[in-house]
């Protein structure tokens, strides 16, 4: 018997119409585009304005146009997985209410947290259900909703960060086609370095919390920047060497877009040319969990069967890795 791995088989997206502009932010804070430009790459960032919207609905729209444009029954789903940092709300999943809103029906479903890492994980562990023969369509969709822990006063970081929405299908494969290995990490000693200080079991939230505003994301820039340069890069390099691949033998880096030099250092360490990474910081900024899922959207028309990609993110907790692996369909 062949072995089973799960596989790609169908990706969609999602991102407001709003668009936040360099320009629109030089008049909300001491900035200016070429500051921005220079340091992130970033020239403008979606935000999603309407009131009584939140993740769930960037979720569910990413989620409906996979099932559109792969023409899938969503009651076929058997497992949906919302990896996000900005849920909905507390003490209700957001992915089950996204899994009801697509008609996935038959499906169950939870969130994932591990910050802008959160996707990457989200893979693995649809990976593993796959693999095990369990469930044969669980689909991953990685959403956030930013806007809703920045503060447009704070340079720092409502620069950086956008809303939107990717998802992805994995069903199993016989071919060798699909996720071939994975190296993650984690360090809990990093989360003072980027966080929302409030509104956890820590600090509940309260008057004095939200005149502090304490509900706001905090970031150590310097400081996220040597881990993520560092991390990020030495997880890909890890994954090349246990897999004996080359640089020649990658075809495409999807890496988190936080930030450009973040990026091409990770590159620049796995001795790949520009033309093989994947990049679209520059019209969506960091959405966080989506940021993986939106580019294999956005190149997909590019990506061939048997193309081999390497996945790697970093994110808030500390949280990072990198994953190995074969693109499964033309488009």
């Known amino acids: 018997m062949s072995k089973i791995s799960a596989a790609i088989t169908a990706v969609g997206k999602y991102v407001p119409e709003y668009v936040l502009t360099n320009q ?5 804070v001491d900035t200016n585009d070429e500051w921005i430009t220079s340091r992130t790459g970033i020239k403008e960032r979606r935000i999603l304005k309407e009131k009584g919207k939140g993740t769930s609905f960037l979720a569910a729209e990413a989620a409906k146009d996979l099932i559109k444009k792969s023409n899938l029954d969503p009651k076929e789903i058997e497992l949906v997985i919302v990896a996000t940092a900005t849920r909905d709300m507390q003490a209700s999943a957001t992915a089950v209410f996204v899994a009801s809103q697509i008609g996935a029906t038959n499906a169950f479903a939870y969130d ?3 910050a802008c890492s959160s996707f990457l994980y989200g893979v693995s562990t649809a990976s593993s259900f796959i693999e095990s023969g369990r469930y044969k369509k669980v689909l991953v969709i990685g959403a956030d909703m930013n806007s809703s822990m920045i503060n447009y006063k704070d340079r720092a970081t409502c620069i950086i960060f956008g809303d ?9 494969n016989t071919e060798g086609l699909g996720v071939h290995d994975e190296y993650l990490r984690s360090d809990g000693t990093g989360r003072e370095f980027l966080q929302v200080p409030a509104g956890g079991s820590i600090e509940p939230a309260t008057i004095e919390t939200v005149k502090e505003n304490k509900h706001y994301v905090y970031q150590d820039g310097k400081t996220v920047f040597k881990w993520a340069v560092s991390n990020m890069a030495d997880a890909c390099v890890k994954i090349l060497e246990r897999n004996n691949l080359t640089n020649d033998d990658v075809n495409w880096l999807a890496a988190h877009q936080a ?11 796995m001795n790949l040319n520009a033309e093989k990474v994947m ?3 520059e019209k969506y900024g960091n959405t966080t ?8 959207n956005d190149y997909e028309s590019k ?4 193309d081999k990609v390497i996945l790697a993110a970093f994110g808030g907790g500390f949280t990072w890795g990198s994953i190995y692996l074969t693109w499964a369909y033309n488009s």
């Open 303 to 306: 990506l061939k069967k048997g």
């Open 259 to 269: 930030n450009k030099r973040i990026i091409d250092a990770t590159a620049n360490r």
């Open 112 to 114: 994932l947290d591990a």
């Open 289 to 296: 969990s989506a940021t993986i899922p939106l580019l294999l």
């Open 279 to 281: 990049m679209n910081i």
């Open 24 to 28: 629109i932010l030089e008049t909300l």
């Open 164 to 172: 939107g929405a990717g998802a992805v299908l994995f069903e199993p």
